[in-house]
């Protein structure tokens, strides 16, 4: 009998790169955790914090500070991206594009190099930037680069709906597409709850299904920085949704998620990484669906995708 370790490492333990550690521990989704941070106070810290809290987990786990030794993470089956600066999305998470996509300059080739044949699963902002900017960076298989994207967008939006309609969030199916940030949407002309299309349910029973889309789906998109501007930062959400997203791939669940991917010719779009429902197991991506977008829906997704390119053109060091 061959037993492995199901190991996860995790770059900036901040707010975020911390509360993975912790979801994942008390889920029992990781054996082991790989911590490393520029900051080795931090990683010190974390360790100690998460190891004192074993005792109350499902089962018990090795805690790794590596420090600032990113290339002790290659071993890994999973890395997960939350190196960031969140005072800098004060305003709006594009605040973040150079530290973030610096910070992957500086340590993406360095973990690849070192034997890393494992997923990325990236949080830090802007989302779709620094998933392309693995990508473009390292030219590694894009399909094991899952950015959270709209993962936790999509959470938002169902959780709006399931407070209006009162009904179960998980029996609702509903996403947010296009960019992990102000350009992303809700892709209203696929939602549906119980097979039925929600326009459908809408005319069915006016009183419980005809919803102000506009009003949630703003909700669904400004809904983090109601977090970010009462606390500093966002945590507990974004943790579970890069959570579940390592959990689908351990268990190799083809889990439908909303997730940051490459477009290879979607509704016209190439090149980028951005947000669309993805079936999400052991090898990471396996396929992106389509879903449905209407006419108006297209036009916002390739304005999101506009906003993306954007961003990336002001990096210096961009690949050509
Ligand atoms: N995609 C999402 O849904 C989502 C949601 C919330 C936050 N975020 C993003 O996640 C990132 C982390 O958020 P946070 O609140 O933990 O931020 P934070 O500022 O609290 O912590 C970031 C951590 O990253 C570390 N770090 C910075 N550069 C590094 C580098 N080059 N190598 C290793 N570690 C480095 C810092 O030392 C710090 O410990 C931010 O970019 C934030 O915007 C994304």
Redo the contacts with the bound molecule.
Sequence with gaps: MSLQARTVGI????????HVGNSLLLQGIADELYL????RH?TEAQTQDLSDSLLFCPHNALIRDCG?R?EELASCDIIVN??????L?KEN?DG?LF??S??VH??AQRIVDAGFKGIWVT???P?DV?ATAFWKLTDYDPARII???T???SARLRYQIARVARIDPKSIDAYMVGE?GFSGFAAWSGASIGGIPLQALAELDPQRFDLDRDDLGKKALYG?YVTLNGKG???Y??AN?AARIIAAVFHDEHSVMGASTLLTGQYGQRGIFTSLPCIIGREGIEEVLDPGLDDAEIELFRASCEHIRTNISQISWWPK
């Design positions: 770059i900036g333990v901040g707010h975020v790169g911390a490393c941070d520029i900051d931090a600032d990113y939350a190196a960031g600066k969140v005072a999305a998470r973040e530290f973030s610096d910070a500086g340590f949080i830090a902002n989302c620094v950015g959270t994207g993962a936790l967008d992990h983090g930062c966002t945590e959400a974004v949704a």
